[in-house]
């Protein structure tokens, strides 16, 4: 993070000079027809690159996302080291320093040989590696994370904001040009839900999650697998007397299955996954209704006693 480079002036070093010419930003103002830049999602991988990219208010960007405003309840909650090297180069690991918990040991649990229904802890690691990062490997809301990547964008030269409740249609490339060659065809999905426009880019940058509608656009195929295993996860506050309840955990039961605990930032709560069943190939997980009760059940019979 560089503060100064262009002279001292007093306020907030975060809060970059405006860039003159931006666009309108009221609610209803219509949307560009033309952009360098069109991003597809706001979920990590999208503000992520908006965050950047708005630094260089000479790039016109916009980025879409059909949920009506920012994430409340995140998923993911676990920062590597590395992710938190990126975050302070965007300035702001200090805040997740402070804010998160750090995973700096992990607890094995497994079945006791003597009594193999029974649990008992068999070690603790420590969690990363001395030598790799001077960051600590943390957990923190996703839902957090998002709102640091957009305040970033918002102090940023460009003052950049989501275009919330649009989401990518389809897309076509127009080879014949060099001049905004991707038409994109955008879709409310908030008040005027159903209501279609379009919007020319020089690039789209495709950051629609796992059901991508930009790479079915250019007729991309998923690379990778798919792991066959359906987990719940709960974040709860629980009335336990389990020793390690804020402390990483692996968890090995005999018969039962396995868990992972990992404490949630703030002291009280913990976020239980825990292994359900294996799922058939090309099934997804919402067709079994898995239930709080179900992974309730699974987790005390897993810790049992
Ligand atoms: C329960 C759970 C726990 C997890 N825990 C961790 C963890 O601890 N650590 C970790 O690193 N990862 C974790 N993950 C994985 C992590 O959440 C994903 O890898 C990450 O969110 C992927 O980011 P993304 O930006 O690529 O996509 P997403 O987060 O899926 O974001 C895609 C965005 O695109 C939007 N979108 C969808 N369709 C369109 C469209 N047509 N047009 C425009 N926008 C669209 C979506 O609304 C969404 O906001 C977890 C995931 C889950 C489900």
Not at 4 to 17: A, I, S, V
Not at 50 to 63: G, H, R, S
Not at 123 to 147: F, K, W
Request: glycine content about 8%; charged content about 25%.
């Amino acid at each position: 993070m560089q503060f100064y480079k262009d002279g001292f002036r007093g306020g907030n070093p975060d809060l970059k000079t405006a860039a003159p010419g931006r666009r309108e930003r009221a609610p209803f103002a219509p949307l560009p027809k033309k952009v360098d830049v069109l991003i597809a999602g706001c979920g990590p991988a999208g503000l992520c690159l908006a965050a950047q990219l708005a630094q260089f208010a000479e790039i016109d960007t916009m980025i879409v996302e059909p949920k009506p405003g920012p994430l409340e309840k995140g998923q993911a909650d676990g920062v590597n080291t590395r992710t938190m090297e990126m975050f302070q180069a965007f300035g702001f690991a200090e805040t997740v320093k402070r804010e998160s918990y750090w995973v700096n040991q992990t607890a094995f649990w497994m079945p006791d040989p003597k009594t193999p229904a029974h649990i008992r802890r068999i070690g603790r690691t420590q969690d990363v590696c001395g030598i790799s990062s001077e960051m600590p490997h943390t957990l923190i809301n996703q839902a957090r994370v998002h709102e640091l990547f957009l305040e970033v964008m918002q102090n940023a030269p460009a003052r950049l904001e989501p275009d919330y409740s649009w989401a990518v249609k389809d897309l076509a490339i127009d080879a014949t040009t060099e001049d905004y060659p991707v038409t994109v065809t955008l879709e409310n999905t908030g008040i005027n839900a159903g209501e279609v426009t379009t919007v020319r880019a020089n690039y789209v940058v495709g950051c629609d999650g796992a059901r991508s509608k930009v790479r079915e656009a250019i007729g991309g195929t998923l690379q990778g697998g798919a792991a066959h295993q359906a987990w719940g996860v709960m974040d709860i506050l629980a009335n336990t007397d389990f020793p390690d309840a804020r402390q990483k955990c692996l968890i090995t039961s005999a018969q039962e299955g396995n868990l992972l605990i990992l404490p949630r930032e703030g002291g009280y709560l913990f976020r239980m996954y825990v292994e359900l069943d294996k799922l058939n190939k090309d099934e997804r997980v919402s067709s079994r209704n898995f239930t709080a009760e179900h992974m309730i059940g699974a987790a005390n019979r897993i810790l049992r006693p």
